[in-house]
């Protein structure tokens, strides 16, 4: 797999086959990935970008419209300070040999979660990647970044707090969409479908609110092994799941 994003285009999404519209990722497994192979950490976050990589390529070669991957949560911060500031690192080496092709093959990418903080010039960078990033039209790449969905709604609570007791906001008038309107990711359609890697079975504080009704595919492959083949399996997955958002099951013709 090359460094750089190659967008391949020898191979056509299979006739019928159901493309989710958003897909929400828990990219876990880069460290037992690493372990199995008797690698150390690093290594395996280093085949995690690849992996990230190819995962771009398949949404954009398969028409999703929108794709948001988990990279760092505001939990991570009690790792040891040498991983943080590698996987820091690893965010850096991505925009600066990859945002060029991001741009022309027309994603838009955007950062949510906490922000304060942050590295100066940590800040400087993600600001720059969406400012760069903004007009284009073709995959939403969102990258949840130092990210709580915990902390992300006592944030919109607080926001939301803040404009009752202003006067601008009355206690009556508060509904889903006021809350919605005050996450981070407002104005990003809610995921159809979320997975995550290496075989854990939980969400771990991620898109709690967008999640409600996602659909969830838990695949035992960690995260540096997901490949074309992984991806369609969780497409035909999501395809045999009845979505009925709290109604009744409509009988299939």
């Known amino acids: 797999m090359s460094s750089d994003l190659a967008i391949a285009h020898q191979s056509s999404p299979r006739p019928g086959l159901k493309i989710p519209g958003h897909i929400g990722v828990i990219m876990d497994g880069n460290g037992r990935w690493a ?5 150390p950490r690093t290594e395996g976050h280093i085949e995690g970008v690849n992996a990230l990589r190819r995962m771009v390529e398949l949404c954009i070669r398969y028409g999703v419209g929108h794709l948001t991957v988990f990279s760092f949560s505001s939990e991570n ?22 945002l060029q092709k991001l741009i022309a093959h027309n994603v838009r990418v955007r950062i949510i979660g906490a922000r304060e903080g942050l590295d100066d010039s940590l800040r400087r960078l993600i600001e720059d990647v969406e400012a760069k990033t903004a007009r284009n039209t073709g995959l939403n790449l969102h ?8 902390a992300e709604i006592t944030e919109a609570v607080r926001h939301i707090a803040r404009a009752v007791a202003a006067g601008e906001l009355l206690p009556a008038e508060i509904n889903e969409g006021t809350v919605e309107r005050a996450l981070y990711t407002s104005g990003i359609p809610d995921p159809d479908v979320i997975i995550r890697t290496s075989g854990e079975q939980r969400v ?3 898109l709690l609110w967008q999640g409600a009704y996602s659909e969830l595919v838990f695949v035992e492959d960690n995260w ?7 991806f369609l399996r969780v497409l035909d997955e999501y395809a045999m799941r009845e979505r009925r958002f709290g109604g009744v099951e409509v009988a299939r013709q």
């Open 204 to 206: 771990s504080n991620f």
């Open 35 to 39: 372990k199995a192979r008797g690698k």
């Open 224 to 230: 540096p092994d997901f490949d074309e083949h992984t």
């Open 77 to 98: 911060w009690a790792r040891p300070r040498d991983e943080i500031n590698f996987i820091f690192s690893l965010l850096r080496r991505f925009v600066a040999s990859d």
């Open 143 to 150: 990258v949840a970044f130092n990210y709580g969905s915990k």
